[in-house]
Protein backbone atom coordinates (compact mmCIF):
# COMPACT_ATOMS: atom_id res chain seq x y z
CA UNK A 1 0.00 0.00 0.00
CA UNK A 2 2.08 2.51 -1.07
CA UNK A 3 1.50 5.77 -0.64
CA UNK A 4 4.06 7.44 -3.76
CA UNK A 5 6.04 5.09 -5.84
CA UNK A 6 8.26 5.88 -8.01
CA UNK A 7 10.28 3.95 -10.85
CA UNK A 8 12.78 3.54 -11.20
CA UNK A 9 15.00 3.72 -8.36
CA UNK A 10 18.16 3.85 -9.63
CA UNK A 11 19.05 5.29 -13.50
CA UNK A 12 22.30 5.09 -15.07
CA UNK A 13 22.76 6.59 -18.51
CA UNK A 14 25.25 8.66 -20.51
CA UNK A 15 25.20 12.14 -21.58
CA UNK A 16 22.98 12.91 -24.56
CA UNK A 17 20.12 10.41 -23.85
CA UNK A 18 16.84 10.95 -22.93
CA UNK A 19 15.49 9.37 -19.92
CA UNK A 20 12.01 8.82 -18.05
CA UNK A 21 11.07 8.73 -14.68
CA UNK A 22 7.70 7.65 -13.63
CA UNK A 23 5.35 8.64 -10.23
CA UNK A 24 2.12 7.32 -8.85
CA UNK A 25 0.47 8.17 -5.60
CA UNK A 26 -2.59 6.21 -4.36
CA UNK A 27 -3.65 8.82 -1.94
CA UNK A 28 -6.30 10.57 -4.29
CA UNK A 29 -4.34 13.74 -3.98
CA UNK A 30 -5.05 16.51 -6.93
CA UNK A 31 -1.57 18.32 -6.64
CA UNK A 32 1.68 16.26 -7.57
CA UNK A 33 5.29 17.64 -7.42
CA UNK A 34 8.89 17.07 -9.00
CA UNK A 35 11.72 18.25 -6.45
CA UNK A 36 15.32 17.65 -7.49
CA UNK A 37 17.97 17.22 -4.77
CA UNK A 38 21.46 17.62 -5.60
CA UNK A 39 24.96 16.12 -4.16
CA UNK A 40 24.87 18.87 -1.33
CA UNK A 41 21.74 17.96 -0.59
CA UNK A 42 20.07 20.89 -1.53
CA UNK A 43 16.01 20.28 -2.50
CA UNK A 44 14.45 22.67 -4.87
CA UNK A 45 11.22 22.48 -6.93
CA UNK A 46 11.00 21.60 -10.51
CA UNK A 47 7.03 21.51 -11.56
CA UNK A 48 4.18 20.87 -9.83
CA UNK A 49 0.76 19.71 -11.49
CA UNK A 50 -2.62 20.23 -9.86
CA UNK A 51 -5.34 17.95 -11.40
CA UNK A 52 -3.21 17.56 -14.68
CA UNK A 53 -3.01 20.98 -14.86
CA UNK A 54 0.49 22.71 -14.82
CA UNK A 55 0.56 25.36 -11.78
CA UNK A 56 4.45 25.80 -11.01
CA UNK A 57 6.98 25.71 -13.05
CA UNK A 58 10.62 26.41 -11.89
CA UNK A 59 13.12 27.94 -14.06
CA UNK A 60 14.33 24.77 -15.65
CA UNK A 61 16.07 24.13 -18.71
CA UNK A 62 13.21 23.12 -21.24
CA UNK A 63 15.13 19.37 -21.68
CA UNK A 64 12.86 18.76 -18.52
CA UNK A 65 9.23 18.04 -19.58
CA UNK A 66 6.52 16.86 -17.57
CA UNK A 67 3.71 14.83 -18.04
CA UNK A 68 0.36 14.12 -16.10
CA UNK A 69 -1.79 11.73 -17.50
CA UNK A 70 -4.21 11.85 -15.11
CA UNK A 71 -3.96 13.39 -11.56
CA UNK A 72 -2.61 9.72 -10.25
CA UNK A 73 0.42 10.05 -12.01
CA UNK A 74 3.40 12.33 -12.67
CA UNK A 75 6.07 11.45 -14.90
CA UNK A 76 9.33 13.41 -16.02
CA UNK A 77 11.27 12.89 -19.03
CA UNK A 78 14.51 14.63 -19.48
CA UNK A 79 16.49 14.74 -23.01
CA UNK A 80 19.50 15.34 -23.95
CA UNK A 81 20.75 14.69 -20.38
CA UNK A 82 23.98 16.31 -19.29
CA UNK A 83 26.39 15.48 -16.25
CA UNK A 84 24.83 18.57 -13.80
CA UNK A 85 21.81 16.39 -14.78
CA UNK A 86 22.93 13.46 -12.12
CA UNK A 87 20.91 14.31 -8.70
CA UNK A 88 17.56 12.56 -7.04
CA UNK A 89 14.45 13.27 -8.21
CA UNK A 90 12.10 13.46 -5.77
CA UNK A 91 8.17 13.22 -6.42
CA UNK A 92 5.92 14.37 -3.59
CA UNK A 93 1.78 14.70 -3.57
CA UNK A 94 -0.45 16.64 -1.56
CA UNK A 95 -4.75 17.70 -1.55
CA UNK A 96 -5.10 20.83 -3.36
CA UNK A 97 -3.48 24.13 -2.14
CA UNK A 98 -5.64 25.71 0.51
CA UNK A 99 -7.71 22.73 1.72
CA UNK A 100 -6.37 23.21 5.04
CA UNK A 101 -4.30 19.72 4.65
CA UNK A 102 -0.85 21.08 3.35
CA UNK A 103 1.56 17.72 4.07
CA UNK A 104 3.19 16.68 1.12
CA UNK A 105 4.21 13.16 0.98
CA UNK A 106 7.19 12.52 -0.95
CA UNK A 107 7.90 9.31 -3.28
CA UNK A 108 11.24 6.95 -2.16
CA UNK A 109 13.36 9.46 -4.93
CA UNK A 110 15.18 8.03 -8.29
CA UNK A 111 18.79 8.62 -8.18
CA UNK A 112 20.17 9.60 -11.53
CA UNK A 113 23.27 9.06 -12.52
CA UNK A 114 24.97 10.81 -15.84
CA UNK A 115 28.20 9.20 -17.20
CA UNK B 1 10.88 35.37 -4.59
CA UNK B 2 11.37 33.40 -1.64
CA UNK B 3 14.51 32.51 0.42
CA UNK B 4 14.89 30.34 3.56
CA UNK B 5 18.13 30.40 5.41
CA UNK B 6 18.60 27.58 7.74
CA UNK B 7 21.69 27.19 10.49
CA UNK B 8 23.50 25.47 11.75
CA UNK B 9 24.34 22.90 8.96
CA UNK B 10 26.03 20.62 11.18
CA UNK B 11 24.60 19.99 14.92
CA UNK B 12 26.25 17.38 16.94
CA UNK B 13 24.23 16.81 20.80
CA UNK B 14 24.71 14.45 23.40
CA UNK B 15 21.78 11.74 23.36
CA UNK B 16 19.46 13.29 26.32
CA UNK B 17 20.14 17.04 25.10
CA UNK B 18 18.17 19.51 23.39
CA UNK B 19 18.82 20.54 19.75
CA UNK B 20 17.46 23.39 18.26
CA UNK B 21 17.66 24.25 14.23
CA UNK B 22 16.77 27.67 13.00
CA UNK B 23 15.42 29.21 9.99
CA UNK B 24 14.73 32.75 8.29
CA UNK B 25 12.35 33.45 5.47
CA UNK B 26 12.00 36.78 3.13
CA UNK B 27 8.82 37.00 2.03
CA UNK B 28 6.29 38.17 4.26
CA UNK B 29 3.25 36.45 2.68
CA UNK B 30 4.50 33.07 3.06
CA UNK B 31 1.54 31.25 5.65
CA UNK B 32 3.15 27.69 6.25
CA UNK B 33 6.08 26.37 7.07
CA UNK B 34 7.00 22.51 7.82
CA UNK B 35 9.79 20.86 9.02
CA UNK B 36 11.20 17.59 7.44
CA UNK B 37 13.27 14.69 8.28
CA UNK B 38 15.64 12.54 6.01
CA UNK B 39 17.44 9.67 6.64
CA UNK B 40 20.40 8.67 4.83
CA UNK B 41 19.28 7.04 1.64
CA UNK B 42 15.65 7.60 2.11
CA UNK B 43 12.51 10.10 2.08
CA UNK B 44 11.67 13.59 3.43
CA UNK B 45 9.31 12.91 5.92
CA UNK B 46 7.13 15.38 7.50
CA UNK B 47 7.55 15.63 11.23
CA UNK B 48 6.05 18.58 12.64
CA UNK B 49 4.29 22.01 10.44
CA UNK B 50 3.12 25.27 11.51
CA UNK B 51 0.61 28.09 10.22
CA UNK B 52 0.70 31.60 10.37
CA UNK B 53 -1.59 31.90 12.67
CA UNK B 54 -0.07 29.51 15.19
CA UNK B 55 3.13 31.01 17.40
CA UNK B 56 4.13 27.41 18.58
CA UNK B 57 2.95 24.04 18.04
CA UNK B 58 4.23 20.95 20.16
CA UNK B 59 4.09 17.07 19.18
CA UNK B 60 5.81 14.93 21.99
CA UNK B 61 9.59 15.93 22.07
CA UNK B 62 9.25 18.33 18.94
CA UNK B 63 8.10 21.66 18.81
CA UNK B 64 8.07 24.45 16.40
CA UNK B 65 8.03 28.04 17.01
CA UNK B 66 7.10 31.19 14.91
CA UNK B 67 8.11 34.72 14.85
CA UNK B 68 6.10 36.70 12.21
CA UNK B 69 7.49 39.50 12.56
CA UNK B 70 10.41 38.92 12.77
CA UNK B 71 10.15 36.20 10.14
CA UNK B 72 11.97 33.08 11.93
CA UNK B 73 11.00 29.93 12.91
CA UNK B 74 12.64 27.27 14.97
CA UNK B 75 12.29 23.24 15.64
CA UNK B 76 12.76 22.47 18.88
CA UNK B 77 13.74 18.52 19.81
CA UNK B 78 14.01 17.84 23.40
CA UNK B 79 16.09 14.33 24.76
CA UNK B 80 17.53 13.69 21.57
CA UNK B 81 18.10 9.88 21.15
CA UNK B 82 20.13 8.34 18.62
CA UNK B 83 17.58 7.42 15.99
CA UNK B 84 17.10 11.60 15.46
CA UNK B 85 20.39 11.52 14.19
CA UNK B 86 19.26 12.50 10.16
CA UNK B 87 19.08 15.68 8.23
CA UNK B 88 16.63 17.85 8.78
CA UNK B 89 14.92 20.54 6.38
CA UNK B 90 13.08 23.54 7.03
CA UNK B 91 10.74 24.86 4.57
CA UNK B 92 8.62 28.21 3.62
CA UNK B 93 5.53 28.64 0.96
CA UNK B 94 2.50 30.33 0.50
CA UNK B 95 -0.27 27.20 0.95
CA UNK B 96 -2.69 29.31 -2.13
CA UNK B 97 0.02 29.43 -4.29
CA UNK B 98 0.45 26.00 -5.69
CA UNK B 99 1.64 25.56 -1.90
CA UNK B 100 5.33 25.48 -3.59
CA UNK B 101 8.00 24.90 -0.87
CA UNK B 102 11.36 26.58 -0.67
CA UNK B 103 13.51 24.56 1.13
CA UNK B 104 16.65 25.63 3.50
CA UNK B 105 19.59 24.02 3.08
CA UNK B 106 19.12 21.70 5.67
CA UNK B 107 20.50 20.75 8.79
CA UNK B 108 22.45 17.63 9.70
CA UNK B 109 22.20 16.36 13.44
CA UNK B 110 23.88 14.40 15.16
CA UNK B 111 23.42 12.47 18.34
CA UNK B 112 26.16 10.67 20.10
CA UNK B 113 25.35 8.31 22.79
Known amino acids: DTAVSQTPKYLVTQMGNDKSIKCEQNLGHDTMYWYKQDSKKFLKIMFS???????INETVPNRFSPKSPDKAHLNLHINSLELGDSAVYFCASSLVPGTGIDEQYFGPGTRLTVT | GENVEQHPSTLSVQEGDSAVIKCTYS??????FPWYKQELGKRPQLIID?????GEKKDQRIAVTLNKTAKHFSLHITETQPEDSAVYFC????????????FGAGTILRVKS
Open chain 1, 49 to 55: YNNKELI
Open chain 2, 91 to 102: AASIREYGNKLV
Open chain 2, 27 to 32: DSASNY
Open chain 2, 50 to 54: IRSNV
